[in-house]
């Protein structure tokens, strides 16, 4: 710690009761009261130094004893007994922890060089360029500057401090004199090797980045925002000060859901304290943590972020900050996680278990912070194409998915604020429905009260077409899901099983075509001789045989899912009445139509696959032509 030594005479000042006596052998002709100390002293000595008291002394008449009062004197009876040395020559020490409150005593009392050559204005305004001059000496003043307002800050006292700590904290840490804070615990030696081979141990740590950040915690509100802004100024990174800003926060803020450190005795070093006690100050703590961090995207990560909107609630921070934070979440809200995002509800209705609304607006914000990176002139089809730019899309809808289903159970969720929350998410965002399908089958199932139209109204969120396998085959037997949509269900599942036929028949029929033109030939004797490929047909043909008995199986389960429908829900009259499809059953009775499928026929009555006949003539194989007497009406 830095230390300047002034004075040369010996202490003379003695204290009896809250009275300060000069032992000069002189008695006391001037009596200064500090708050409750008072101080017998003589009026040449302070004349001398100081303006100010020079010109209360002269207002009293010769005869009458003097009496000042000095209760609004920077840094109190302790401060001024030290001016009262520096008056009578006596020595003393200024050091980081007294500089701030004597320079401003000094100034107070008008100690400049009219009243002395090397007064005390000039003698602290030494010393402290000597203190800006080392991180720890500056630090420990600027926390002194508290106990001298406004004073200080008329003196750009704590502005030079901050701007000094500033400068330091965006130097490389290697250039510091002070490169490590000494606030934390025990420091693990580090071992150093001298000239001679002799090894010495030093408890100071290799420097880091973050070597301030713990320093800087210590500060006041006030300081902390100022040293912040100027860090800025300075051109420190955003990450940077995205960092000592969470480290800030976590030190004083309920951010768990638990009471800060600062109630449990963890700010008592140095003497620096918060003193934040009540809701109201954390709520301003809160506010002023929010307004400093950085606005630019994924600088501060979305977990922290969101952290801090579920305390705003807690605490009932204003609306602009949680509007601030809902945006900053929306920004980057494909970094969320489905646990972060179970945000109790706090409002005043409680309909719901967890607030809904708030992550409403905050997907709202992320969808139109992403359509307006978009190109507003691309169409659909080169949206769905272009997989790498839409990846924030596809996981936030895989989130949103996520956070439906598990809001679901929740039967006090209505269904407009459901169907709200799931048709935010653009359709090319959802590659499969399998997501939105299952939240809509769980909340189907917390809500069994929901009418047949209420139902189709929440199942026409999710394409059919887009269902996986699984989903499919959960679907097809959901007695939940409206009839209707069960029918779709099947229909595209039979669509797909016709495409995936056609397409294996036809590569099969290919394949076969051109080993019958073309023969393979390898040289034998100098000549080109053909031989037979008639194995390789068998395997192929036996290849085939075996796929089309296993769409067999699945048409017929697929036949007796749909006769067992039909029983239940009733005949297939009934059910296009219901729906308002008039149509005549004769005017399904079309002439056989070939498909491009060899191999697949379905007849009026059901579903029915024949295979390919095996009988092979000619190394050709014989197929039945396709055909179709019903078809399926477009639902």
Same mark, same amino acid.
Request: with cysteine.
């Given at each position: ?13 003695? =204290?009896?009761?809250?009275?300060? +006596? ?44 003097? %009496? ?8 109190? /009876? ?21 500089? %701030? ?81 000494? @606030? ?45 802004? /100027? ?54 703590? +809160? ?5 400093? =961090? ?52 706090? &409002? ?25 990176? =978009?190109?507003? =002139?691309? #169409? ?27 809001? /679901? ?14 048709? %935010?998410?653009?359709?090319?965002? @959802? ?44 679907? /097809? ?6 009839? @209707?949509?069960?029918?779709?269900? +099947? ?18 029929? #290919? ?10 030939? %390898?040289? @034998? ?16 043909? #036996? ?13 017929? #389960? ?31 009775? +079309? ?7 060899? &191999? ?36």
């Amino acid at each position: 710690m830095a230390c300047m030594k002034l004075g040369s005479k010996a202490d003379v000042f003695l =204290l009896d009761g809250h009275t300060w +006596l000069c032992s000069t052998g002189l008695s006391s002709d001037v009596c200064i009261e500090v708050g409750e100390k008072s101080f017998r002293l003589h009026k040449f000595p302070l004349l001398s130094r100081s303006r100010f008291l020079e010109k209360l002394i002269r207002e009293f008449p010769e005869n009458e004893k003097c %009496v000042l009062e000095l209760q609004t004197i920077p840094g109190g /009876a302790k401060t001024f007994l030290l001016i009262a040395k520096f008056c009578y020559d006596v020595k003393l020490e200024l050091t980081v922890t007294n500089v %701030v409150s004597l320079r401003c005593a000094a100034e107070y009392l008008e100690m400049n060089e009219d009243y002395g050559e090397g007064n005390l204005i000039k003698q602290a305004e030494s010393f402290l360029n000597e203190v800006f001059g080392s991180w720890v000496d500056t630090f420990k003043a600027l926390e002194t500057c508290e106990d001298s307002l406004p004073l200080a800050e008329e003196l750009h006292i704590v502005s030079r401090c901050i701007d000094r700590l500033a400068t330091k904290a965006c130097a490389e840490p290697i250039l510091m004199s002070r490169p490590v804070s000494g @606030r934390s615990g025990a420091q693990s030696p580090v071992s150093t090797v001298l000239w001679n081979g002799i090894h010495s141990t030093s408890n100071q740590r290799t420097p880091t980045e973050d070597w301030w950040y713990e320093d800087v915690a210590f500060l006041k509100l006030p300081f902390f925002k100022r040293f912040i802004l /100027a860090v800025a100024t300075k051109g420190m990174k955003p990450q940077k000060i995205a960092e000592v800003v969470m480290f800030y926060a976590k030190r004083y803020l309920p951010l768990n859901g638990r009471q800060s450190s600062f109630q449990n005795g963890d700010n008592r070093t140095h003497g620096s304290t918060l003193h934040i006690t009540s809701d109201a100050d954390q709520r301003t703590l +809160l506010e002023e943590i929010v307004w400093l =961090l950085p606005n630019q995207k994924r600088v501060t990560p979305t977990k922290f972020l969101l952290k801090l909107l579920r305390t705003s609630m807690i605490l009932q921070a204003s609306t602009s900050c949680r509007e601030n934070l809902e945006r900053k979440i929306g920004a980057q809200f494909d970094q969320a996680v489905l646990e972060d995002l179970l945000i109790p509800n706090m &409002g005043y209705s409680m309909e719901t278990l967890y607030d809904i609304d708030c992550v409403q607006r905050i997907v709202d914000h992320f969808v139109l912070m992403d359509q307006d990176t =978009l190109n507003p =002139l691309a #169409n659909e089809d080169q949206l769905v194409g272009d997989s790498h730019s839409f990846t924030p899309m596809k996981m936030v809808a895989n989130l949103v998915d996520s956070y439906l289903a598990e809001v /679901a159970p929740d039967v006090n969720l209505k269904l407009l604020k459901f169907l709200s929350l799931a048709a %935010v998410i653009p359709e090319y965002a @959802r590659p499969v429905d399998d997501g939105i399908y299952r939240a809509i089958d769980i909340y189907l199932k917390a809500h069994p009260w929901l009418t047949d139209s209420e139902r189709e109204q929440l199942c026409r969120i999710m394409n059919c077409q887009k269902l996986s396998l699984e989903a499919s085959t959960h679907a /097809a037997q959901n007695e939940r899901l409206p009839l @209707r949509v069960i029918v779709q269900v +099947l229909f595209f599942e039979q669509l797909r099983l016709r495409t995936s036929v056609s397409g294996w028949l036809f590569v099969s029929d #290919n394949l076969e075509n051109s080993q019958n033109l073309s023969e393979n030939l %390898v040289p @034998r004797d100098d000549c080109m001789v053909p031989v037979s490929s008639g194995g390789e047909q068998i395997d192929t043909v #036996n290849d085939m045989n075996g796929r089309v008995s296993e769409l067999e199986k699945e048409c017929l #389960n697929m036949k007796q899912e749909i006769e067992k429908l039909v029983k239940t829900k009733g005949s297939w009259d009934n059910f296009f009445n219901r729906f308002a499809v008039k149509f005549k059953t004769k005017s399904f009775d +079309l002439k056989s139509v070939k498909m491009p499928c060899k &191999g697949l026929e379905v007849k009026s009555k059901g579903l029915e696959v024949n295979r390919p006949r095996k009988a092979v003539s000619n190394g050709k194989q014989n197929h039945d032509t396709c055909k179709l007497d019903d078809q399926i009406p477009d639902l």
